[in-house]
Antibody
Framework: EVQLVQSGAEVKKPGESLKISCKAS????????IGWVRQMPGKGLEWMGIIYPSDSDTRYSPSFQGQVTISADKSISTAYLQWSSLKASDTAMYYCARPPGFADFLFDYWGQGTPVTVSS | EIVLTQSPGTLSFSPGERATLSCRAS???????FAWYQQKPGQAPRLLIYGSSSRATGIPDRFSGSGSGTDFTLTISTLEPEDFAVYYCQQYGDSPTFGGGTKVEI
């Protein structure tokens, strides 16, 4: 069974750094892309970016290029989303998600979400 | 970037009614790269439709998708109580984007 288990809720101050994780199981981690989606409070879904763990090929939405870094550690089947300097506007729920295999940028399996709060 | 517009933002129905949701793209997209998701409060989204008209695994046949070019539609033939939720469209071409969502309320 495919499972994506995300790290827990985070409360940070503006300017701080953060790295959240998504632990995958139930499939070969290096054979599928894995991506991230943002949902700001009361708002819609935003496609942030995606990584292919086998070769670390990473694609970002233009809206998120330079704002976040997506990475993966093949040895522990875990994907990451990180910020070097958080802003209050980064407050949101972040989901990791995996495609079904026949379409790289479509998401069929989802993590439970990691809520991030950035406040002074 | 392709902008997907879902309007109206909220639709009101009674259980048993037929619901038709629309999504319009700012430029023509391949129907092979168009999807619909459902999201309930406090839950992650769930994939309903991919390739504009193919149902994802386990999705009831009361959900159907259609469309091409810039106009796509999700139809729920007979609304069940569990169908009241927010629905998002997505194009998953080279630079994927989501629509803003339509809330289907009672």
């Amino acid at each position: 069974e495919v499972q994506l288990v995300q790290s827990g809720a985070e409360v940070k101050k503006p300017g701080e750094s953060l790295k959240i994780s998504c632990k995958a199981s139930g499939y070969r981690f290096t054979s599928y892309w894995i991506g991230w989606v943002r949902q700001m409070p009361g708002k819609g879904l935003e496609w942030m970016g995606i990584i292919y763990p086998s070769d670390s090929d990473t694609r970002y939405s233009p809206s998120f290029q330079g704002q976040v870094t997506i990475s993966a550690d093949k040895s522990i089947s875990t994907a990451y989303l990180q910020w070097s300097s958080l802003k209050a506007s980064d407050t949101a729920m972040y989901y990791c998600a995996r495609p079904p295999g026949f379409a790289d940028f479509l998401f069929d399996y989802w993590g439970q979400g990691t809520p991030v709060t950035v406040s002074s | 970037e392709i902008v997907l517009t879902q309007s109206p933002g909220t639709l009101s129905f009674s259980p048993g009614e037929r619901a038709t949701l629309s999504c319009r793209a700012s430029q023509s997209i391949s129907s092979s790269y168009f999807a619909w998701y459902q999201q309930k409060p406090g839950q992650a989204p769930r994939l309903l439709i991919y390739g504009s008209s193919s149902r994802a695994t386990g999705i009831p046949d009361r959900f159907s998708g259609s469309g091409s070019g810039t106009d796509f539609t999700l139809t729920i033939s007979t609304l069940e109580p569990e169908d009241f939720a927010v629905y998002y469209c997505q194009q998953y071409g080279d630079s994927p984007t989501f629509g803003g969502g339509t809330k289907v309320e009672i």
